[in-house]
């Protein structure tokens, strides 16, 4: 691609064009090359710290540290060496149960997130459009001083907590701990905008919101869909697992609007319009149903409602899902027979799938898919849910959300008193923390907040209209940037009402440069997970650990010990910290863990002690690769990372579980069946399974969650110890923190949770089976009105457009004056808002410029040809300043654009608004200052994945 050659390029990038550098010279001669790099900027005069081994040799001892890539969550193990305290190299670890010495160009480059010049490398304020250091005393300070003067005027829910799933688990937990010590739920992470819609949808139709089988057990499959998902670019390393399984005879379908690299693999590949993944599940059904290619004994023993989904599915014949989706039957047949003929057979999915308005009811979808073809508790099966980041299975586990508790208890009385009980605080006290007052008929103590995809309509909402007091006044970007949320005018526009904002993070990330403001901007410099210890889930929910590779670099702290300082200042730190030992002022991580494992009981989170994880760690040589069991040394019988549930104390020693709802296993070999989440009947029908469950299950049958008076009525109370019984009295499986009920109930043989039936009808939700709605900017008309989306409502405590906004892009007609479809994603070489990986130079090198893929009929339309600079037009009025990509990777009629820029906003440059020798390598326009209104009626899922444009010539 051409170096954009209009006034939207930054001032630097103008420059190297008037001396006839093109950008890759330019980047040359600014030292952003693997050749001069390294020993010119990285490890020379940025460092605060002398570092001997800037040429790349090391002088003196070389230690090894076993650390976790914070790229994706595949959970890549490396080994970083270290001497005298500088961290001079890194290898992926050949002998990891996950990666096998495998690594992508993120996890090659790892060493330069401490090493990077561009990190801040103190604490800072913005006043009167300078930036000015502080010190940590003044920052916590000013900062903690704000805070108190907006929880006296608006009450606590005045503040909004930004977190991240870059987080350890510990710094997840505690940041959640954080914010209920506040007084606030308006506490939020990444998982909001890529997997929350799979937390609902999944959780609300099997028991748990979680990937159910792992990387390596693709290896097994005999058939894999992808949709939405292309992980050859967002989790490289999975690959491995992947082709091996192909290699072995699976046969692989990659379903997407774009044709990927993951799709270059693929046995066949099917394109659908953006938006569509209903009536293309559907199409597969109706063809799996016609054929009794339905695995009706599955159904029969351990499905509720399918006949519901039977009848739906009629309303979607061939002709009809071509239609709306663009494949034709013979595609749709082909593939329906291919996943029959070809089981077990996973089904994948990421965000291609959840970032849609009908985001919750897709993932319930592809669930519906795979019971149906009874692909569920069986190795080789599942549903393969690839997680984005490092620790967002972690981070969402340990409740870092604005509408639950960690292990994902709700925020209901009951919940809270029992994390009352772990804390050791009063409950009383606890509530009196949260404001008293009562908005749109609910208390924000027991009301979900504002979640991070709408952060900014906190802000600027009407407060009649807001379920809480009063407007958000101040907020916390604690590792994640507001690049990654839609609507960019919006997220401006509310940066610069705020009373204040504050940016925790290595890098600075965009909320310290997008808005317009002179002050009252702080940004705190948080060191990298290299610098400090915890422990991080991968997605396939194993947890484990990382050392500490090097002391935190620079001025800047672990996110627990600003935590702590902040708590200090405010007057919560003894609460904070009542059973977790302060060193100085830095929080034990290992106590962090204790606490969490004494309450996550609804999922298992229980098990994973420190001293259990760090053996794991030390042993990733005697972890089978196939299977990811140890089959001797310390941990024989354990599954690497004791991938929740894994139940009861860490004495008990469940060795974790690495397929969820197995019934081929014993419970204490990691076998499970469906939860027994939603009651034992509904309208006169059983919901408990007809099925045994678990092998060697006593009961023999489906039966409901275990409680105390369960265990009387079956005989089994005096199984308990006395102190056990003292415990578990008036309790169930969670909220004994003995775990004397989970032990007695898998003494037995029976899953804690019960044993029951999947559900494909959740009454709970908007639309009770998964139905096709139109997205809310859509080029065809003509199916609005057939598949409307909902009516306007209020979601939680914000007002939520749903048909007002189909109706304006009709009466408006915004669909004929941007009729191309545009659709965003992931590229290889970053990640995520693309701070942390566009100031990497090794990075920088492989991917200089934001860009729009357009099909070469689109292109020649409009005059473009490839490289030329386009402008790319929002229907909210937005207009990106970009390059062409032509390409035959999207049809005629779609587009598509990479979200990990920012540093450009509508043509204007940011640079001279960051911090002195911040400023990333690589800016570029974000994709999400583009991308629309929409949100998901369950868990305010932003839309992302489909919305409408025009693109010209600049």
Not at 235 to 249: A, W
């Amino acid at each position: 691609m051409k170096l954009m050659r209009n006034s939207h390029a930054t001032a630097s990038a103008r420059e190297a064009i008037s001396l006839g550098l093109n950008r890759r010279q330019f980047l040359r001669r600014a030292g952003v090359t693997t050749g001069g790099i390294a020993a010119a900027s990285m490890l020379g005069t940025g460092m605060i710290r002398k570092a001997e081994a800037a040429g790349g040799s090391a002088s003196g001892t070389v230690e090894t540290k076993r650390t976790i890539c914070s790229h994706c969550s595949v959970g890549c193990g490396v080994y970083a060496e270290v001497s005298n305290d500088v961290w001079v190299g890194h290898e992926p670890a050949f002998d990891h149960p996950i990666n096998r010495g495998a690594h992508c160009a993120k996890g090659a480059s790892l060493i330069h997130h401490t090493h990077s010049e561009k990190r801040v490398k103190y604490p800072m304020k913005l006043e009167g459009g300078k930036w000015k250091k502080l010190s940590w005393e003044e920052a916590i300070d000013q900062v903690g001083e704000l805070m108190l003067k907006i929880r006296k005027e608006s009450g606590p829910d005045g503040l909004f907590f930004m977190g991240s799933a870059k987080f350890s688990n510990e710094g997840c937990y505690l940041y959640r701990k954080f914010a209920a010590m506040w007084g606030s739920n308006n506490i939020d992470h990444s998982a909001r905008i890529c997997h929350s819609t799979t937390v609902a949808g999944v959780a609300n139709t099997w028991g748990y919101g979680a990937m159910t089988n792992s990387y390596n057990d693709m290896r097994n499959c005999k058939s894999m869909i992808f949709i939405g998902a292309n992980p050859a670019e967002a989790h490289p390393v999975s690959l491995q697992h992947i082709l091996i399984g192909k290699e072995r005879g699976a046969k692989m379908i990659v379903v997407d609007p774009r044709f990927t690299r993951t799709a270059a693999h693929a046995d066949e590949y099917v394109h659908i319009r953006p938006g569509t993944d209903i009536p293309y599940i559907y199409g597969l059904l109706w063809h799996i149903f016609a054929n009794n290619w339905h695995d009706q004994d599955f159904i029969d023993r351990r499905v509720w409602a399918m006949e519901a989904i039977q009848a739906e599915v009629q309303n979607y014949p061939p002709a009809e899902v071509e239609n709306i989706t663009g494949v034709p039957e013979a595609q749709m047949y082909k593939v329906a027979k291919m996943l029959a003929d070809n089981r077990p057979g996973t089904i994948v999915w990421c965000m291609g799938g959840t970032q849609h308005t009908v985001g919750n009811a897709n993932t319930r979808a592809y669930c519906i898919l795979q019971l149906a073809l009874g692909n569920m508790g069986t190795s080789g099966g599942g549903a393969n849910i690839f997680r984005g980041h490092d620790n967002v299975q972690g981070a969402t586990d340990l409740g870092l959300l604005f509408d639950n508790l960690p292990g994902y208890y709700g925020l209901s009385d009951g919940a809270w008193k029992h994390w009352s009980r772990v804390w050791e605080l009063d409950y009383n006290w606890v509530k009196g923390r949260f404001d008293q007052g009562t908005y749109l008929g609910k208390q924000p103590m027991n009301t979900p907040g504002i979640p991070c995809s709408r952060w900014h309509d906190g802000v600027m909402e009407d407060p009649t209209k807001l379920g809480q007091k009063d407007n958000v006044r101040m907020a916390f970007y604690w590792g994640q940037s507001v690049n990654t949320e839609t609507r960019g005018r919006d997220v401006r526009k509310a940066l610069d009402k705020m009373d204040a904002v504050v940016v925790v993070d290595p890098y600075p990330t965009m909320a310290a440069v997008m808005h317009t403001r002179k002050d009252n901007v702080f940004i705190l410099p948080a060191c990298s997970q290299f610098e400090t210890s915890g422990s991080v889930t991968a997605s396939n929910r194993s947890i484990q650990w990382r050392d500490r590779v090097v002391a935190p670099l620079f001025e800047s702290k672990p996110d627990h010990e600003i935590m702590y300082l902040l708590a200090k200042k405010l007057g919560f730190a003894d609460q904070l910290c009542k059973n977790i030992k302060v060193n100085g002022n830095e929080p034990l991580v290992e106590d962090i863990t204790r606490e969490w494992n004494r309450g996550m009981w609804t999922i298992g989170m229980t098990g994973q002690s420190p001293e259990r994880l760090k053996m794991h760690q030390q042993n990733w040589g005697t972890f089978e690769f196939e299977d990811l069991e140890a089959k001797g040394g310390p941990a024989k019988g354990d599954t690497y990372g004791l991938p929740w549930p894994c139940w009861g104390t860490p004495e008990l020693n469940h060795p974790g579980t690495h397929i969820l709802y197995d019934t081929s296993k014993h419970i204490m070999k990691g076998g499970g069946n469906f939860r027994a989440r939603f009651g034992v009947e509904f309208e006169g029908q059983d919901l408990l399974a007809a099925d045994p469950g678990s092998k060697g299950n006593e009961l023999g049958a489906g039966h409901p969650e275990f409680t105390a008076d369960m265990l009387k009525q079956l005989g089994w109370w005096d199984d308990l110890t006395a102190e056990e019984k003292q415990a578990a009295e008036g309790r169930n499986w969670k909220t004994d923190l003995s775990g004397g009920i989970q032990r007695v109930a898998m003494k037995h043989g029976c899953i804690p949770y019960g044993n029951a039936r999947a559900r494909c009808r959740v009454w709970t939700f908007p639309d009770q089976v998964p139905v096709h709605r139109e997205p809310l900017y859509t080029p065809r008309r003509d199916l609005v009105l057939k598949y409307p989306n909902l009516d306007d409502r209020q979601v939680h405590r914000l007002p939520t457009l749903y048909k007002s906004i189909q109706d304006k892009v009709i009466a408006e007609n915004l669909d004929k004056k941007f009729p191309m479809i545009v659709t965003t994603g992931r590229l290889v070489e970053y990640e995520g808002g693309g701070e942390e990986t566009r100031s990497n130079p090794w990075l920088a090198e492989l991917q200089q410029q934001m860009f729009v893929e357009i099909n070469p009929a689109d292109a020649a339309d409009r005059g473009i040809r490839d490289g030329d600079n386009v402008t790319l037009h929002s229907p909210e009025g937005p207009v990106l300043y970009i390059t062409a990509l032509v390409t035959e990777r999207v049809i005629p009629g779609e587009c598509f654009m990479p979200y990990h820029f920012a540093g450009i906003f509508e043509g204007e440059s940011l640079v001279p608004r960051y911090p002195d020798g911040t400023v990333p390598y690589i800016q570029g326009e974000s994709a999400n200052t583009a991308m629309t209104y929409g949100y998901d009626p369950v868990t305010q899922m932003q839309e992302t994945k489909v919305s409408i444009c025009q693109i010209n010539r600049a």
